[in-house]
């Protein structure tokens, strides 16, 4: 979609408005791995984030979440210590896309299930 997309869609990075706005208000403080960018308005009392690919909340990282709901001060480079060897990366919210979790007996997956030893019997009047 280009640049209709840009100015029609904000489903799929910030939109040409709200990226003057914020570029234009605002002070760039960071960026994360995935490819956010995180601002904060003059005042510092707003904080904003345009997503680097669609927008949604879960591909925020745990470390740039506590500073967008003011939960530290600083940036979390600076105000947090190293995260430990045995932590994992955080994983997007999947609902929706082909890897999302289904059940055995899912619609999605066949809807078919095994089974069980204690399976309902339906009830009929006699």
């Not at 029609?8 to 490819?35: K, M, P, Q, Y």
């Amino acid at each position: 979609m280009g640049f209709l997309g840009k100015i029609f869609t904000w489903w799929n990075g910030a939109t040409i408005g709200a990226g003057l706005h914020i570029r234009g208000s605002g002070r760039e403080v960071g960026r994360d791995a995935a490819g956010n960018i995180y601002y904060q308005s003059k005042k510092a009392d707003r904080r904003y984030v345009i997503y680097n690919g669609e927008n949604d909340a879960s591909r925020i990282p745990p470390e740039w979440y506590s500073w967008m709901h003011k939960q530290i001060d600083d940036v979390p480079d600076k105000a947090l210590p190293p995260a430990p060897k045995f932590l994992r990366d955080p994983t997007p919210n999947l609902t929706g896309t082909p890897h999302a979790y289904r059940p055995t007996g899912a619609l999605a997956s066949g809807g078919h299930r095994q089974a069980a030893s204690g399976d309902y019997q339906a009830w009929t009047p006699e």
